[in-house]
């Protein structure tokens, strides 16, 4: 009774890691015996790990929020701000340098995890361990943990230099295909799958009113040297708002709120196909953009919405099944004119034992 009782709270013990868990490979629950394993080596279903990938997720949603908003919003305002101040100056900095830190740390975590094979075998042999992690996702995780800022040299043309740590620093988002493969695990709940979506719709507005911006401010640079027309979505909301651009004071023109509250408005009114006109595109570049939101726009709207339709009809399913038995149940009652009722038929199953196998079927007619 004892080993009975171990037994049971291992089993309880492992059903809790499983829904905190983050991993797709969870041990099988009738392998309870504790694997061999070696000195430093992580079992990939204890706390420890389960807490860890919880908060390499909120990280990689910090990267997903913040770095194409930064390399398309704050780096142009450092360049504008010049060399003044040095690198941990800004807060930011500092936060991006402990994230790329912690995802070395995960690196060097998954070296020492355990995973199942495809014989539901734990593996804790180290070298076994990082021959099927370089086969899997080392590529990703360590172009994503690279600080592309840090060994970029910042000689040369600052706004070339600008550029391409802003490039760069979109690589980390490649961890969102580990952290999208790791969520699919609650593919099974309606209201979770219900709230990915709004949220990957929201991140992918987000995501392309940096782009929307991005390109807003290559048009409006680019008609100042060359002395063309200022049409640009820039500087029709510069007119919009009183705030205009001065060529001799780069802090001038709209503020960082108003560009991206902008930009942001412009992307969901496209996406959702409820374009209002205030904010249009009048270069070519962007409307070229905007023609490819809307295509984007339009899959995303049917995807969402069909998903939305299957979820609703999947949480109605229990309580039109139910309706449905209880449909039966009155058939069967009416048919065989049950004294009582469906009272007097439901009491007298409640009396009978229960092994006398004596139950309703599914469907309670009879075949002849």
């Not at 908003?69 to 340098?97: H, I, K």
């Not at 980390?172 to 709940?189: C, G, H, I, Q, T």
């Not at 942001?264 to 374009?275: D, I």
Request: glycine share 8%; proline share 4%.
């Amino acid at each position: 009774r004892g080993s009975q009782t171990v037994c049971g709270s291992k089993t309880g013990g492992i059903q809790r890691l499983d829904v905190l868990s983050l991993g797709a490979d969870v041990l099988p629950e009738y392998k309870l015996q504790a694997p061999r394993i070696h000195k430093w080596t992580i079992l990939h279903y204890s706390p420890f790990k389960a807490v860890w990938d919880w908060v390499i997720l909120l990280l990689v949603i910090y990267t997903a929020i913040f770095t194409p908003y930064s390399a398309a919003f704050l780096l142009n305002e450092a360049e504008d701000d010049g060399g003044s101040c040095g690198y941990t100056c800004n807060p930011l900095n500092v936060v991006d340098l402990v994230v790329d830190v912690m995802f070395i740390v995960d690196i060097l975590i998954n070296f020492r995890t355990t995973y199942v094979n495809s014989n539901d075998e734990v593996v804790s042999h180290p070298g076994r361990i990082a021959q099927h992690y370089f086969k899997g996702w080392f590529l990703i995780d360590i172009v994503a943990a690279i600080p592309f800022d840090l060994l970029i040299s910042r000689s040369g043309s600052q706004e070339t230099q600008t550029t391409l740590i802003g490039l760069l620093k979109t690589a980390r988002l490649l961890r969102l295909v580990r952290v999208a493969r790791k969520l699919d695990r609650y593919s099974e709940y309606g209201a979770a799958v219900l709230f990915l979506l709004m949220c990957t719709f929201a991140l992918i507005a987000h995501w392309l009113a940096c782009i929307w911006y991005a390109i807003g401010n290559v048009e409006r640079t680019g008609s100042e040297r060359i002395g063309g027309m200022k049409i640009g979505w820039l500087d029709n909301l510069a007119d919009q708002i009183g705030k205009h651009y001065n060529s001799s004071d780069r802090s001038s023109g709209p503020s960082i709120q108003d560009k991206y509250v902008t930009a942001l408005y412009f992307t969901f009114s496209s996406l959702t196909s409820v374009g209002f006109g205030n904010v249009s595109p009048n270069t070519n570049p962007e409307k070229i953009f905007s023609i490819c939101v809307m295509l984007i726009g339009s899959l995303m709207y049917a995807s969402i919405f069909g998903n939305v339709s299957a979820i609703i009809q999947r949480l109605y399913s229990g309580t039109a099944r139910y309706h449905t038995q209880m449909l039966r149940v009155k058939e069967f009652i009416r048919f065989h004119q049950i004294p009582g009722g469906f009272e007097g038929f439901s009491g007298r199953q409640q009396r009978l034992p229960a092994s006398s196998g004596h139950a309703i079927q599914d469907d309670p007619r009879p075949a002849g």
